[in-house]
């Protein structure tokens, strides 16, 4: 959906994903008109503002998904999904996410991710510094872990990837898409300072690329990452600077981590199981 100003939401088929064939844009006054066969929503400015005012009556009884990227910003445990619409289908990414959400009367499903590396690059890791891939991490704070970057970079070298990381130290600026796992390639280890979010598919984009992982033992990362097996997790900052600091005196054992991080990224987050999931989906809500 599109409009003249290019508002958030509007924008089309830009970046620098490699968009297919099967996805058209539409110019948003013309959308009443058109025919589908059901309505995907992905944020609440959709479901709440879009939906009564630019969708037909016919197309808002439409089969209808909304898919809900992050555990609930208010309270963690306490608040109510505004989907409530038990025609609708609530879709969420993580099995933690719906675990917290209240998802009322609205029935519930999880699509785990699914990531096709953009590149073929594989990890070196020559660099002796650790990766955090953040974005406005300055202004996101604590949620995101920015006294923890703060706080670890005073005791391992750190390199702060994404959108407004010249603000910080160690801020190297924002990586495209088509940019960011060589970053990922060249870095001994990928470090996740996030207290409370979903699971990043930057991350995931690391392990596929074999690079090992440090991050805190909260949300779906405590399912994903075996310490001392495929990565590190922990609740202790001093824990995390000390295993960062082993895994720059010995690249062998990040390359072990990292291999065991690939082969389960590959099992879990591949992006055919991710295809098959949501085609399973889409088949038990238009039928």
């Given at each position: 959906?599109?409009?003249?100003?290019?508002?958030?939401?509007?924008?089309?088929?830009?970046?620098?994903?490699?968009?297919?064939?099967?996805?058209?844009?539409?110019?948003?006054?013309?959308?009443?008109?058109?025919?589908?066969?059901?309505?995907l929503y992905q944020h609440r400015?959709?479901?709440?503002?879009?939906?009564?005012?630019?969708?037909?009556?016919?197309?808002?009884?439409?089969?209808?998904?909304?898919?809900?990227?992050?555990?609930?910003?208010?309270?963690?445990?306490?608040?109510?999904?505004?989907?409530?619409?038990?025609?609708?289908?609530?879709?969420?990414?993580?099995?933690?996410?719906?675990?917290?959400?209240?998802?009322?009367?609205?029935?519930?499903?999880?699509?785990?991710?699914?990531?096709?590396?953009?590149?073929?690059?594989?990890?070196?890791?020559?660099?002796?510094?650790?990766?955090?891939?953040?974005?406005?991490?300055?202004?996101?704070?604590?949620?995101?872990?920015?006294?923890?970057?703060?706080?670890?970079?005073?005791?391992?070298?750190?390199?702060?990837?994404?959108?407004?990381?010249?603000?910080?130290?160690?801020?190297?600026?924002?990586?495209?898409?088509?940019?960011?796992?060589?970053?990922?390639?060249?870095?001994?280890?990928?470090?996740?300072?996030?207290?409370?979010?979903?699971?990043?598919?930057?991350?995931?984009?690391?392990?596929?690329?074999?690079?090992?992982?440090?991050?805190?033992?909260?949300?779906e990362l405590a399912t994903v990452?075996?310490?001392?097996?495929?990565?590190?997790?922990?609740?202790?900052?001093?824990?995390?600077?000390?295993?960062?600091?082993?895994?720059?005196?010995?690249?062998?054992?990040?390359?072990?981590?990292?291999?065991?991080?690939?082969?389960?990224?590959?099992?879990?987050?591949?992006?055919?199981?991710?295809?098959?999931?949501?085609?399973?989906?889409?088949?038990?809500?238009?039928?």
């Open positions: 959906m599109t409009d003249p100003a290019g508002s958030p939401g509007r924008v089309g088929r830009v970046g620098a994903l490699p968009w297919g064939d099967n996805v058209h844009e539409a110019p948003v006054e013309q959308i009443a008109t058109m025919p589908f066969d059901l309505v400015a959709g479901w709440d503002e879009d939906r009564p005012r630019w969708l037909s009556e016919a197309q808002q009884r439409l089969p209808r998904v909304y898919l809900e990227h992050d555990p609930p910003q208010q309270h963690p445990t306490d608040t109510l999904h505004w989907v409530q619409d038990p025609g609708a289908m609530l879709v969420h990414c993580t099995h933690f996410n719906a675990l917290m959400w209240d998802a009322g009367r609205t029935p519930t499903r999880v699509v785990e991710h699914g990531v096709r590396p953009l590149t073929q690059v594989v990890y070196r890791g020559e660099l002796e510094r650790g990766l955090v891939v953040v974005n406005h991490l300055q202004r996101r704070g604590r949620r995101l872990g920015a006294d923890l970057y703060r706080e670890l970079l005073e005791r391992v070298p750190l390199t702060l990837v994404g959108m407004g990381s010249e603000a910080l130290p160690g801020g190297w600026g924002e990586a495209s898409q088509l940019e960011l796992p060589a970053h990922m390639a060249s870095h001994r280890f990928f470090l996740h300072p996030v207290r409370y979010t979903s699971l990043g598919l930057a991350l995931i984009e690391a392990m596929l690329i074999g690079q090992p992982v440090v991050g805190l033992a909260t949300t990452i075996r310490s001392g097996e495929n990565g590190f997790i922990d609740n202790r900052p001093q824990a995390l600077a000390d295993t960062m600091a082993r895994l720059l005196r010995d690249p062998g054992l990040a390359r072990e981590w990292g291999e065991r991080g690939r082969e389960l990224a590959r099992e879990r987050f591949n992006i055919d199981r991710f295809v098959a999931d949501w085609m399973q989906l889409l088949h038990e809500v238009t039928t």
